[in-house]
Every structure is written in C-alpha cells, then in structure tokens.
C-alpha cells in the first residue's frame, strides 16, 4: 500500500492528540493528586471509589443517627430522673403525714405542695426534645398529656416507639408511649396522676380520721411508681450501650474504609511526574518529527 502525504500527516496528528491527552491526563492526575479523576480513567477502579464513598456517607448519616440518639437517651434519663424524685418527695410527704394531726391550715399547705409535685410531674411527662414531645409515641406535636377537670390525666399520644436507623436494615427502638411510664394501671402498674391525686384528697378531706387513711393508701403505689419509672430508665441502659458501641465501631473503622479509598483513588505523585517528563519528551519529538516529514506542497500553497 502507497503511504500518502495525507496518511502521514493524519497519522501525525493523531499521535499528537494521543500524546496531548495523556499529558492532560497526568498534569490532571499531579494537580489534583488523585490518579482516577472521571470514569474513563479507570472504569473499574471509580466504580469501587464511588462505593467508598457510598459506604463512607451512609456511615456519616448512621453517625448522625446515633448521636441524636445517645443525646435523647441522656435528655430521657434526665427527665425520669427528676420526675421520680418527684413522685419520692410526694412519697416521704405521704409517710411523713399520713398519721399526724395536723390543723386544717398545715393540710392545705401540704396540699398546695402536693399540686406542685403534680404539675411539675406532668410538666416532666410533656418534656420537649428539640421541639418534639418525647413521651406520646409518634404523635411528636401533641402534648402527651393533659388535665381533664380537677386534677385528672388524660393521654393524647399513642403508643408509637422511638425507632433509630444505625446501619443497613438494623434500628434500635426505645419506650416513647408516656402510658408505660406515668400511666401504667391498665397493664398492672400504677398510674402516678391518679395517686398523686388521692394524695390531694387525702389532705384536702375535712374528716381527718378519713384523710390520714386516704394518705396512708397512697405511699405503696407512689413508691411503686417511682419504681415504675425507675424501671422505664433501666431499659435505656442497654441500647445507650449499644448506640455507643456501634459509634465506636464505624468511628474505628471509617480510617480504614478512607485508606482503602486512598490506595485506589490517589495519584503517585513522584511516578506521574517522572510520566509527565517522558510524555513531554514524546511529544516535543512528535512536534519536531512532523516538522521536518510534513513538507508543504505546491498544491498546498496554490490552495
């Protein structure tokens, strides 16, 4: 086959492009220090790179998950901490009372105190977490409870769980239905609103004989509720530790997942710069071979 000028200036001009582009590849690969800058730099390899990263995002948002978590926990445990110490001042007022005389003036005092105890009681059992409401299941905007009438509790939330993503298909939930915790009488516990209440009553009633009893009756089930509500907190123990230790494990092995990522993603810097000599040399020679073959011809300046 004849070579023509017009092969050998085709063939030239591709050869520069080849060389060019692989200078821009390698000028590419210094400047950002990664070897795999786009798909057809190495197909298979930013496919395993686009993994990583998958793999490191859904580990970030798992992160976030349980951070949230392990703060709601320490935020519920705080809450029932205070609201059983509640519900134990109501408690030692009951003991401390409930066979004493005392003139009608101490028992409205005593009742006064035991209101107190009530509302802040029922303040506890509507505690908000970041403008959410923790104890009404997944009904979040609805105050979980509420007076109806003279010191009656009702609930307005339902029995949802707090449900927490920690990785691909595994969640841990923790009690969110304040009824377990400040309501339980339904299922044989002792609903707190309800003795504290009879408590009222109790100091309240004209009859002394009548109240003192009425008082007397209430320090089982107000100590079963403090422990009612001991026993709610004694069920965060667990899946805080469980959150803990999950976090620990992605936090350990996030170095790891990035090294990987870096083996396969980065550039070595010291070999491309050798490359970008070489392709430099090749391409300068390229410029100067065609130089010299590629003579112009007459057609070409008749042209």
């Not at 990583?52 to 970030?60: I, P, Q, S, V």
């Not at 029932?80 to 005392?102: I, P």
């Not at 509420?146 to 609930?155: E, K, Q, R, W």
């Amino acid at each position: 086959m004849r070579v023509t000028q017009n092969i050998t200036t085709s063939n030239f001009i591709r050869y520069i492009h080849q060389h060019a582009e692989n200078l821009l590849k390698t000028q590419r690969q210094i400047a950002t220090q990664k070897r795999i800058n786009k798909s057809s730099d190495d197909p298979l390899g930013m496919g395993q790179v686009l993994g990583y990263r998958t793999n490191l995002a859904a580990t970030d948002q798992y992160q976030d998950n349980i951070e949230k978590g392990i703060t709601r926990l320490e935020f519920n445990e705080a809450t029932l901490d205070l609201a059983s110490d509640l519900v134990n001042t109501a408690r030692r007022l009951a003991a401390d009372y409930s066979g004493s005389t005392l003139s009608v003036g101490e028992r409205q005092s005593l009742a006064s105190q035991v209101k107190d105890l009530y509302d802040q009681v029922m303040q506890m059992a509507n505690s908000k977490f970041n403008g959410n409401y923790i104890f009404s299941g997944h009904a979040t905007d609805t105050a979980p409870f509420s007076h109806v009438g003279d010191f009656n509790a009702a609930y307005n939330g339902d029995d949802g769980r707090l449900r927490i993503m920690v990785s691909d298909n595994v969640e841990v939930s923790i009690v969110a239905d304040g009824r377990n915790i400040f309501q339980n009488a339904a299922n044989g516990g002792v609903n707190i609103f309800d003795e504290l209440k009879n408590l009222i009553d109790g100091l309240e009633n004209p009859d002394p004989v009548a109240g003192s009893a009425q008082i007397e009756a209430t320090i089982n089930p107000l100590q079963d509720g403090r422990d009612q509500i001991n026993s709610r907190r004694s069920e965060y123990a667990p899946v805080l530790y469980r959150l803990q230790a999950t976090d620990e494990y992605m936090t350990n092995l996030r170095p790891k997942v990035e090294e990987a990522m870096a083996k396969l993603e980065q550039a070595d810097i010291t070999k491309a710069v050798v490359e970008l000599q070489s392709l430099e040399v090749a391409y300068e020679t390229t410029i100067a071979t065609a130089g010299r073959i590629i003579q112009p011809s007459l057609l070409d300046f008749l042209r």
